[in-house]
């Protein structure tokens, strides 16, 4: 099975957040459009591909705003070789089109911004997708200033809903910091420092890619070397076991794939969606 992190050019959001290059950003119209018709080109892809896939969406800005964003993930949900389509959000959209959705193949990988929503509307979109039955984790960045909303979210989210703390770029944890956040997340260790990744085997370039909106593969976000294209085939010959060239993964959709780490065991049947076998 292929694993694809598909990243088009939307780079527009509906939040603010002091941490995102891509805040309150405005794609032009024929950016927008350019998007629509790069994902509507990729989703037939997947429709003709012969071999199982599970596809992440990890747009730089809010996809779940655009409606051909939401008609995508209900289209690959229902493929019969999708095994799993997620998408990174921050759920400010409606919720009703899950509906449409097939929710054994949908996730849903959503994150709690406290300066751009209130924790009650956010909470209220949590239920939402609770009552539809929809596979979903629940995030936030750990800053200090964010404590609080962290605490308040896991006392508040349903005890089988997986709370994930991304440590904040650049903050230094403390071990007391730490074991604070780890109250919250328990897995929490693994985002907190980089790990060493250079010359260490990853998934990445064999069975996970990344592709652009005009279907370059990379073998994952953060290693520039290209390895052909989604679109013409080139990239299955480059497919093969490699280790990292990077000195460092600090990102989770990047650091999960690494052979080094026991995490395609700790989110056996969650690795897209950010969900632990076992919550707690």
């Not at 049947?269 to 707690?280: D, H, Q, S, T, Y």
């Amino acid at each position: 099975m292929l694993t694809i992190l598909y990243r088009g050019p939307l780079a527009s959001c509906d939040y603010d957040c002091p941490y995102c290059p891509f805040a309150k950003r405005r794609d032009s119209r024929e950016a927008l459009r350019a998007d629509r018709a790069a994902l509507e080109r990729f989703c037939d892809w997947v429709e003709n591909e012969p071999d199982e896939v599970s596809v992440l969406f990890t747009p730089w800005g809010e996809g779940l705003v655009r409606s051909w964003y939401r008609r995508a993930m209900v289209r690959l949900s229902h493929l019969p070789n999708v095994r799993r389509v997620a998408i990174q959000t921050n759920i400010s959209c409606r919720t009703s089109w899950l509906a449409d959705a097939d929710l054994d193949t949908l996730a849903l990988w959503c994150t709690f911004h406290p300066d751009q929503v209130t924790a009650p509307r956010f909470l209220a979109k949590t239920a939402e997708l609770a009552d539809l039955g929809v596979r979903f984790s629940v995030g936030i960045v750990g800053l200090p200033e964010h404590a609080d909303a962290a605490r308040m979210l896991r006392a508040e989210l349903p005890e089988h809903v997986y709370l994930w703390v991304n440590a904040a770029e650049g903050h230094v944890y403390d071990d007391a910091e730490a074991a604070a956040w780890e109250t919250v997340d328990p897995l929490f260790s693994y985002s907190r420092r980089p790990h060493p990744s250079q010359g260490v085997a990853c998934r990445t370039g064999e069975s996970v890619i990344s592709v652009d909106g005009d279907g370059t593969v990379r073998r994952c976000h953060f290693v520039p070397d290209v390895l052909g294209n989604l679109y013409d085939g080139s990239f299955r010959e480059a497919l093969r076991a490699r280790a990292c060239p990077l000195a460092c993964c600090d990102c989770h959709i990047g650091y999960v794939h690494l052979e080094s780490l026991p995490l395609y065991d700790v989110f056996a049947g969650g690795v897209l969606e950010r969900i632990p076998l076992r919550v707690g």
